[in-house]
Each structure stands twice: as structure tokens, then as C-alpha cells.
């Protein structure tokens, strides 16, 4: 069993979140994270670079982060995470 955990919030937020997330082991693959948000934010190729001493670490704790933007317009943003869903779903 996994959970999937969702949200929204800044690029800071997400990477403390998920540095949080970290620390207490919940980012061993029983938890997947996907995080939505309305424009691709500047760092969305690297989120897990901060320029600190924890970028390695981070960068470990986000391979379980999956990061969604809306496209075009809100319905095809509700499909995309739709056939995300189903598709985390069926890997497990």
C-alpha cells in the first residue's frame, strides 16, 4: 500500500515539505507526492536545488515528487492529473 499525498504551495514551501517529509522516512517509496500548481514554476526541472548543503539529500527526497502545471486551461489540467492518478494507481 502507498499513499499518495497532494498539494499546492511555493517552491520554498515543497522543499521544506518535503525535507520534512524526509527526515521522518517518508520518502522510501511508500509515499508518492504530487505537487499542482497554476504556472510551471522557475525551478521545475531542479526543485530541489537551494544552493544549501542539503541540495544532495534533497535531491534523493524528491525522486518521489511528481510536479504538475496546468497547461492550458483548468479542464485539461483536472485530465492531466486524472491520468496521473490512474497511472500511479496501476504501477502499484
Known amino acids: 500500500m502507498f499513499v499518495v499525498v497532494v498539494m499546492c504551495g511555493t517552491s520554498d514551501f515543497v522543499r521544506q515539505f518535503i525535507m520534512s517529509a524526509h527526515s521522518f522516512g517518508m520518502t522510501n517509496g511508500d509515499y508518492v507526492y504530487i505537487v499542482?500548481?497554476?504556472?510551471?514554476?522557475?525551478?521545475?526541472?531542479?526543485?530541489?536545488?537551494?544552493?544549501?548543503?542539503?541540495?544532495a539529500l534533497a535531491r534523493d527526497a524528491f525522486s518521489f515528487v511528481l510536479q504538475v502545471y496546468a497547461s492550458q486551461s483548468i479542464h485539461n489540467?483536472?485530465?492531466?492529473?486524472?491520468?496521473?492518478?490512474?497511472?500511479?494507481?496501476?504501477?502499484y
Do not use: G, H
Not at 500548481?37 to 542539503?54: A, G, H, R
Not at 489540467?77 to 504501477?91: G, N
Open 36 to 55: 499542482l500548481n497554476q504556472m510551471p514554476p522557475d525551478n521545475l526541472k531542479t526543485p530541489w536545488i537551494d544552493n544549501v548543503s542539503t541540495d
Open 77 to 91: 489540467f483536472i485530465l492531466e492529473l486524472c491520468i496521473i492518478l490512474v497511472f500511479i494507481m496501476y504501477m
